[in-house]
């Protein structure tokens, strides 16, 4: 679904049997795109990209941290041809295609404001061809620079406007579980993307409705089956992604989970309780996310009945059913839980399970940048910086009550 895989007639040991990424890599600088392109790195990692469909665009600096500048390098010259380009011929080596997915940083400026850029412009030129699903990864709460609201603002406005669904990653919660979950006392940034990746892969991963679907293969889940289940109205955009188990490669073998006291009872109370991190899990916490709800109290449903059982399509998923601990828009016509499922095993997994959720708690938290923007604006804060780019306070006026729908959005659930 995600490579292109070579036929089996040229396969042998070297780097041309090993399958390609559909994607496109976009960057302002050639080193960040030279290093996903250098073979060791393919070797390792056991898929490659083709260098046709990389990009790198401006004077090779980067963005200088400033969505705006990011964002205008879209519009310079013919860069807009040259990515639409590559996308075009992407999207052209498909027998079939329903969905994009841009993954880029929420601030920085060439992620967030070229990354915006992008989507709008896939948007415009190839909605009728699928559905288009951000991911995008939160900074660090310091440490960085001092403009990451203005940017992670800038980008949840123009993405709400844009995107079809927007996975919200979080660098800081993915340090803890790291630390916590894979027990790395210093992680690094590849540490990082990697429990980052077992994440997302474990929401992409191919998996089914039921069982006879799964058996003859047809309409495996993908991006559009989850976007369109998980934003069934578009005031609400933001996902988040739940993945148990977090635990060490070494322990893998060496682990048997359970479903239901397990990885679906693990999985509930994270959601029940806000929990982001497998390790932090707060058993005695009832349901938090009360606080950000008026709605009145749903009281939880009884445990599901204890039964052993290794067949995936036996595993009672009802306590999601009932929908407490999800905050989800009233207008979903259907159950707010669909599960899908699958036998084939996901890395060495014994047993794990991802949850994808629209949730108030966790759309509130990136939203909250959003908040942290609007103050340093009061201040006046850095602004020249993206004035002297072309943002203006009809863009700002703009950003703001982009952004404050969609709080008063989520707040309401
Ligand atoms: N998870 C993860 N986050 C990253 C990685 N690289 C950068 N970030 C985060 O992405 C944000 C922006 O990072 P940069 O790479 O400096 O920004 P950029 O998008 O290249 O933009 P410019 O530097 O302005 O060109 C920061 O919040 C970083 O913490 C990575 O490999 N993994
Ligand atoms: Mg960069």
Redesign the pocket.
Same mark, same amino acid.
């Given at each position: 679904m995600y490579f292109r895989v070579p036929s089996s007639s040229t396969s042998s040991s070297t780097l041309s049997s090993t399958p390609t990424g559909r994607a496109v890599l976009i960057d @302002?600088e050639p080193k960040v795109i030279n290093k996903c392109l250098d073979s060791k790195n393919q070797k390792l990692r056991n898929f490659k990209y083709d260098p046709r469909s990389a990009c790198c665009v401006g004077d090779g600096g980067?963005?200088? !941290? !400033?969505w705006a500048r990011?964002n205008s390098l879209f519009n310079v010259g013919r860069v807009r041809e040259e990515i639409l380009d590559k996308i075009r011929r992407e999207i052209e080596r498909n027998d079939r295609l329903s969905s994009f997915h841009i993954i880029s940083?929420l601030?920085?400026? @060439?992620?967030?404001g070229l990354g915006c850029a992008v989507t709008s412009g896939v948007k415009d030129s190839f909605s009728s061809k699928g559905l288009c699903m951000n991911t995008v990864?939160s900074?660090?709460s310091s440490g960085?620079v001092i403009v990451?609201d203005y940017n992670a603002a800038l980008t949840l406005a123009s993405l709400l406007r844009s995107s079809d669904g927007i996975v919200v990653m979080d !660098?800081e919660v993915?340090v803890r579980k790291c630390k916590k979950g894979w027990r790395i006392e210093r992680p690094k940034?590849d540490d990082?993307?990697r429990v980052?990746a077992e994440g997302l892969g474990g929401a992409l991963k191919e998996s089914y409705a039921s069982k006879s679907d799964e058996a003859s293969r047809v309409r495996p889940h993908g991006i559009p089956t989850l976007v369109s289940h998980c934003v069934p109205h578009p005031s609400y955009k933001l996902l988040s992604i739940l993945h148990v188990p977090t635990m060490p490669r070494e322990s893998v073998e060496f682990t048997r989970d359970t479903w239901e006291g397990g990885v679906v009872g693990r999985l509930r109370q994270m959601s029940r309780t806000g929990c982001e991190v497998e390790q932090e899990i707060k058993w005695g916490v009832k349901e938090e996310m009360q606080k950000f709800s008026p709605s009145p109290h749903k009281s939880p449903p009884a445990p599901p009945p204890t039964r052993r059982t290794d067949d995936v399509w036996e595993v009672p998923t009802s306590p999601f059913d009932s929908g407490f601990g999800y905050v989800y828009p009233p207008q979903n016509p259907s159950s707010p839980f669909a599960c899908h499922r699958t036998y084939s095993k996901y890395r060495s997994f014994d047993k794990h399970g991802t949850l994808i959720q629209n949730s108030s708690l966790p759309a509130l938290k990136a939203l909250g940048r959003v908040e942290g923007a609007m103050r340093k604006h009061e201040a006046g804060a850095y602004l020249w910086q993206y004035e002297r780019e072309g943002v203006g306070e009809g863009e700002w006026e703009e950003v703001w009550n982009t952004g404050t729908e969609a709080l008063g959005n989520y707040r309401r659930l």
């Open positions: @302002t980067g963005a200088g !941290n !400033n990011g940083s601030a920085g400026g @060439t992620g967030s990864v900074p660090f960085e990451q !660098n993915a940034m990082v993307n980052m």
